[in-house]
Every structure is written in structure tokens, then in C-alpha cells.
């Protein structure tokens, strides 16, 4: 748990959060990670079908 505080520390900015309440903090960190986490499974399922794109593409121009 404490390495994806890092990640998102390190290429998210959680590391930059200027919210002041504490319910707003929390929304925000809990924002952040909805994110990272949809960029994991967006990479999980969107790069397989870009390669399958890709390779249909590549022997239909052929």
C-alpha cells in the first residue's frame, strides 16, 4: 500500500494536495487513486486491443 502512496506521490501529485479540511483532503486522495487506478485498467485492456489493431492493420495493407 505504501508503494502506490509513493507512485502517486511521485507521478500523481499527491505529494501537492493544498486542500484544507480534512474530508476534503481525504475526497481528493480518494479521487487520486480512483485514477490510478483507472489508468492500470484502461492500460490492462486498451493496449491488447491496440495491438490487435495493429496487427490486423498491418496484414490487411500488406
Known sequence: MEGKFGEGK??????????R????SETVIGLQLLVMNLEKRL???FLPLLRW???NLAFHLS
Open 10 to 19: 511521485r507521478s500523481h501529485g499527491l505529494g501537492r494536495i493544498r486542500a
Open 21 to 24: 479540511l480534512q474530508t476534503t
Open 43 to 45: 492500460r490492462v485492456l
Open 53 to 55: 489493431l495493429w496487427s
